[in-house]
């Protein structure tokens, strides 16, 4: 059975994989950048903090 830590470095491995396919998405990205309010010059930055990626 999987620990904690485990189970959030895996759920943290694919928030950041569904964050590099929207990334990668020329229809999609934008469209995160509106919602979120983002802007695309500080999503790694964003990305390294773990209320981002929740």
């Known amino acids: 059975m999987a ?3 485990s189970m959030r470095e895996e759920a ?3 928030a950041v994989k569904a964050l590099g ?3 990668a998405d020329p229809e999609l990205l934008p ?3 509106a919602i ?3 802007e695309v010059h ?3 930055k964003a990305a ?3 209320g981002f990626l929740a």
């Open 3 to 5: 620990n904690a830590a």
């Open 21 to 23: 396919f929207v990334a």
């Open 36 to 38: 979120t309010g983002i």
């Open 12 to 14: 943290e491995t694919i």
């Open 48 to 50: 390294s903090e773990p």
């Open 42 to 44: 500080s999503i790694r």
């Open 31 to 33: 469209r995160f950048l």
